[in-house]
């Protein structure tokens, strides 16, 4: 089993930064790709970035740019990095491991215009 907590969600205005934080315990050695996806309100969830053991990263075609995956992984930790935030990004943020399919209880992220 692997947990993972998000953090570093909240409120800002369009134009800021926010960075969000995922930890993970548990079985933490089978873990190889760490992904970040979002749901907005009445939206599916998507695919937002993800980043290999190895540091290979993929982005969402409407995020390069703006956001940076990486990840610490003596820590575990899996960060996102978003600059030039935009009301279209307000969603719930959520961690993924997809080997073994594990999420994140998720993290509000809210951009004001």
């Known amino acids: 089993q692997v947990q993972l907590v998000e953090s570093g969600g909240g409120l800002v205005q369009a134009g800021g930064s926010l960075r969000l934080s995922c930890a993970a315990s548990g079985v933490t050695f089978v873990i190889n790709n760490m992904a970040w996806f979002r749901q907005a309100p009445g939206k599916q969830r998507e695919f937002v970035a993800v980043?290999?053991?190895?540091?290979?990263?993929n982005y969402k075609d409407s995020v390069k740019g703006r956001f940076t995956i990486s990840r610490d992984n003596a820590k575990n930790t899996v960060y996102l990095q978003m600059n030039s935030l935009k009301p279209e990004d307000t969603a719930v943020y959520y961690c993924?491991?997809?080997?073994?399919?594990?999420w994140g209880q998720g993290t509000q992220v809210t951009v004001s215009s």
């Open positions: 993924k491991v997809p080997d073994g399919d594990y």
């Open positions: 980043i290999s053991r190895g540091g290979v990263t």
